[in-house]
């Protein structure tokens, strides 16, 4: 087999871990990444595409003879990158944005989850603020206020009372903070329990499921504050236990696969479930379409198999002849952030120390808002930096990548210091 020129998309943290990786197999050639980041130019080549250009990327793949295309971040599948790409006779790992639908309409999500049983919170539809306003003002509380479209992470509002959930609807419907993906409004029961994320690699009919991961979504410590795009992760997720992944499979995984398929959408590439782990079993709190961010800077360190393989073993429909081989140890990603993040935040902040976290014991430093500016790599993005490393067990891992956070410095920088936290319960309950 001739040797693969692939094209990466996206300029996160997610996508230096997928160039991470894909650099580590055997049958790549070249690598290329649009529009990437100062960590990823040392694995790639960067082209300053913008990943929602998708005609600019079109041409660059034709211009550059890619073999495979790899889709990082949901705008450009939303946008329907992947048909693009398929209608030009080009492999493309992603999903159709028909089905792509999944992460860019919580009311098509929604609607579909309750059409195939598919369990899930109870939820109204709003398409009209004044509606919306009605409703929460004799709702229960808490109450779970989500815009319908793509708010890059920020779009869900846990409301503790009538005032916030009022606030929350005149935030999205009327002030439109999120702009167009609040058109409509998505009000859902609160669901009890411990989130995880599970992510399974598709071919339209096969799936294989990744390791468990759990995220860290909330700003602060002890999960306060406003949502952000993910402030660490690791993996496993002890909450999800072989029997709970059992049910996971078989209540959510596989009606999806199958669903898709039969309404004609069949699903490949990446299908990400956002659950809550409930006293009567797994619901979906939501999908996305693509590799979580940051979960994959903590699964994919763990994922033994040639990743390459396996996404053309999905672009081609055979991941029946696929089976994944994990390192049993934990893995944990510290984000470091910009200070005013998720709100304004100041760029261009020198970073120092990355080589002395990159040489911690098995520390990896994926970069997320990074660019180089002369021979300084500085701050570019709200999400600077994921942390990453290995252990025995989640308290050594925990201990790594903390140990290599605190070897890198730049001006007003935080991070949580509690991820990892509720696997550690678990682990000494």
């Not at 094209?7 to 997610?14: M, Q």
């Not at 990786?21 to 055997?26: A, E, G, L, T």
């Not at 920020?154 to 959930?165: D, F, L, N, P």
């Not at 934990?330 to 935040?345: F, I, L, T, W």
Request: aromatic share 6%; proline share 4%.
């Amino acid at each position: 087999m001739e040797k693969l020129r692939i094209l990466l998309i996206g300029s996160g943290g997610r996508e230096h871990a997928l160039a991470w990786k894909i650099r580590q197999s055997p049958l790549v050639k070249d690598l290329y990444c649009a529009p990437g980041n100062a960590g990823i130019a040392e694995l790639a080549q960067c082209a300053e595409i913008k990943a929602e250009d998708i005609h600019g990327l079109l041409k660059f793949a034709k211009g550059k003879k890619i073999d495979l295309t790899v889709v990082g971040p949901e705008v450009p599948l939303v946008a329907g990158i992947v048909d693009l790409f398929e209608k030009e006779g080009l492999k493309i790992f992603g999903p159709s944005q028909a089905a792509a639908q999944l992460e860019g309409s919580k009311v098509f999500t929604k609607e579909f989850l309750h059409r195939r049983n598919i369990p899930t919170a109870g939820y109204k539809i709003f398409d009209k603020s004044q509606d919306a306003l009605s409703f929460v003002e004799q709702a229960d509380y808490p109450l779970v206020i989500k815009a319908e479209g793509l708010a890059a992470g920020k779009g869900v509002m846990i409301c503790h009372s009538r005032q916030e959930a009022k606030d929350a609807v005149k935030q999205i419907m009327e002030d439109k903070v999120f702009q167009g993906a609040g058109n409509r409004i998505v009000a859902e029961e609160f669901l009890d329990g411990e989130e995880a994320s599970v992510l399974a690699i598709c071919d339209g009919e096969r799936y294989v499921i990744l390791a468990a991961a759990q995220d860290h979504k909330r700003i602060f410590d002890d999960d306060r504050g406003p949502n952000t795009g993910g402030m660490g992760a690791y993996s496993p997720a002890p909450a999800v236990t072989s029997d709970m992944m059992k049910l996971i499979d078989a209540r959510v995984i596989e009606p999806t696969v199958r669903g898709m398929a039969k309404d004609g959408h069949p699903f490949k590439g990446v299908l990400y479930a956002g659950l809550m782990l409930t006293s009567s079993g797994p619901k979906v709190l939501e999908f996305n379409t693509r590799f979580g961010d940051p979960e994959t800077q903590a699964i994919l360190p763990r994922l033994k198999t040639d990743l390459v393989e396996v996404m053309l073993a999905a672009c081609e429909g055979r991941l029946h002849e696929m089976a994944l081989e994990w390192d049993p140890r934990a893995c944990v990603c510290v984000v470091m952030c910009s200070g005013g993040y998720p709100g304004k935040y100041e760029t261009g902040k020198k970073i120092s120390g990355l080589q002395d976290a990159a040489a911690q014991p098995d520390a990896m430093v994926f970069h997320a808002g990074t660019m180089k500016s002369g021979e300084d790599v500085v701050t570019a993005g709200g999400r600077v930096l994921g942390v990453t490393a290995l252990g025995n067990g989640i308290e050594d891992a925990i201990k790594n990548s903390y140990a290599a956070v605190e070897k890198i410095r730049f001006d007003h920088c935080f991070f949580r210091r509690d991820i990892g936290a509720r696997a550690l319960k678990k682990v000494h309950a």
